[in-house]
């Protein structure tokens, strides 16, 4: 394939960015889920496991689209969904807010064009 | 009229090997747009294996994390077999702790790259680290 003009690459990376939508709002539903059963006390081994993955993908892909500071808050995300963040009321309450942050986020750009 | 592969200026081909769909596409619209390279992709480290023998890429992106075989285990089994030893590794991971970025390095792969990569960069940093720019 030939090399396209640069200013092209930016519409086809929002061509992605529609494309991929669903499955990083999949992955931040993942991490409410588990902030929600964090709270309430009852988070399973599976959904902690879950949460990490959904947090580092999203870590991997969203700077990649502009997100840098997204990137940023999943990689924290991740971090304390690696340990055990049931055993630490702060940490619960923290990734409650970077949650709603990426939320944020994410939907700010999806409204934006 | 094929383009020539290989050397400093030229075509290149090159294998992504990564699990995630949204990595694999946005890395290979960057890599075809921005550079011109011709790209194959993978979406396990066994599709992989295969792909990289029968196409001969003149350089595979490798992907970390991956459910089965993982990049580390993808990348010793391209050294194992004779028709792909040759070809360069980068590994692509976007874990950022030091000591896994250490034992990523000392697999003997020729880089490891990070996600997440800026798509109008990632040909670049691929061509530096090959000695094709």
């Known amino acids: 394939m030939e090399p396209i003009a640069l200013p092209l690459l930016e519409e086809a990376i929002q061509k992605m960015w529609t494309k991929f939508l669903p499955q990083m709002e999949?992955?931040?539903?993942?991490?409410?889920?588990?902030?929600?059963?964090?709270g309430a006390d009852i988070l399973t081994i599976e959904q902690r496991s879950a949460a990490n993955a959904a947090a580092?993908?999203?870590?991997?892909?969203?700077?990649?689209?502009?997100?840098?500071?997204?990137?940023?808050l999943a990689r924290e995300a991740e971090i304390l969904y690696s340990g055990e963040p049931e055993t630490d009321p702060a940490a619960a309450a923290q990734?409650?807010?970077?949650?709603?942050q990426l939320r944020t986020l994410i939907e700010e750009k999806k409204n934006s064009h | 009229m094929e383009k020539q592969r290989g050397g400093p200026?030229?075509?290149?081909?090159?294998?992504?090997?990564?699990?995630?769909?949204?990595?694999?596409?946005?890395a290979a619209l960057s890599l075809e747009t921005v550079a011109g390279w011709e790209v194959?992709?993978?979406?396990?480290?066994a599709q992989g294996l295969t792909r990289a023998a029968e196409a001969q890429p003149d350089a595979i992106l490798l992907d970390v994390m991956m459910p089965g075989m993982d990049g580390p285990s993808t990348f010793r089994e391209l050294r194992a077999n004779p028709a792909t030893a040759r070809i360069p590794v980068l590994l692509l991971t976007a874990k950022v702790q030091s000591s896994d970025q250490r034992r990523f390095a000392d697999l003997g792969v020729e880089a490891v790259l990070f996600k997440p990569f800026d798509p109008l960069t990632l040909s670049t940093q691929i061509a530096s680290v090959l000695g094709w720019s």
């Open chain 1, 26 to 38: 999949e992955r931040l539903a993942i991490l409410e889920e588990a902030d929600a059963a964090l």
């Open chain 1, 56 to 72: 580092h993908k999203l870590a991997g892909v969203l700077g990649s689209f502009g997100l840098t500071k997204g990137t940023i």
């Open chain 1, 95 to 100: 990734l409650r807010e970077i949650t709603a």
């Open chain 2, 9 to 26: 200026g030229l075509a290149h081909r090159i294998l992504i090997i990564d699990d995630e769909d949204d990595i694999r596409e946005v």
């Open chain 2, 40 to 45: 194959l992709t993978a979406s396990s480290g």
